[in-house]
């Protein structure tokens, strides 16, 4: 037996233990050394069964764990409502990302049980505990005054201090409340570098608008932007880098890279390049 192999073994014979003697967390752990992509259905079930011991002993790790296994019925049938209850258990143990995923199941018109104003709790609970995604949640509802009152100033601040620690998301929307002068003076400038920082966040949509916006000052920086976003599956992106590489503008004009970026854009779903 390898030295790997070796210590895998003992890992989940230690966490085995552990969770067999109430560590809620290590039930949690040894799980999800079971719930993987390739997992067979009798692993996916023992890893659930781990997920509910830990849950019973109060992990905020296994419960939201559990949690998402009950929404997409990765193991079983779904059952968002089962789900709903073990987030917002597993939130209440200050597990950050099942506050988001509670507050996903009660927010907007598709929601299983609609409540914009718990939702909103929700999200500002896990941007609290460190969810970058609840940050971005909890200020779109402060932008658009969903589950109380509009404060875009907050909403504002709100996604800079997500853009700040890597959140591509929270970076295209500060980007659009500079660009619409939302909680503040409308901000050209502002707005273009944002969307530069959010596409090198690997939010693949900023390039393509950050791009645009460059194209007639440095085609060359757009073209930079644009292969970024091609790499990250953006099909306008490949397109709009497609016809750089046709035309030549801010990159050396190359007809096989064209071909080649717009077959992928058209993988990738943009219609006009499937021609």
Known sequence: MGRLTLDAARSA???QSA???GYGDACAWRGAQLDRA???PDQLLQARALYERGCTARSGVACGALGRTLNPGRIGAPDPARALEVFTRACELRDAPSC????GLQRGPGALQRDDVRARHLLRLACDLGDLDGC???AQMLELGQ???LDQTSSLAAYRLACDQGQGLACFHVAGQLKRGRGTSPDAGGAARFLERACASHYPAACNEAATALAAESPTRAATLLSVGCVDNDGASCAALSAQYQSGDGVPQDEA???ALQARACRLGERDSCH
């Open 147 to 149: 589950g109380g009152g």
């Open 100 to 103: 988001t995923a509670a507050a």
């Open 38 to 40: 390739e997992a067979g």
């Open 19 to 21: 969770c067999e003697g």
């Open 257 to 259: 890279a064209a071909v």
């Open 136 to 138: 971005v949640g909890h």
């Open 13 to 15: 014979t230690a966490l």
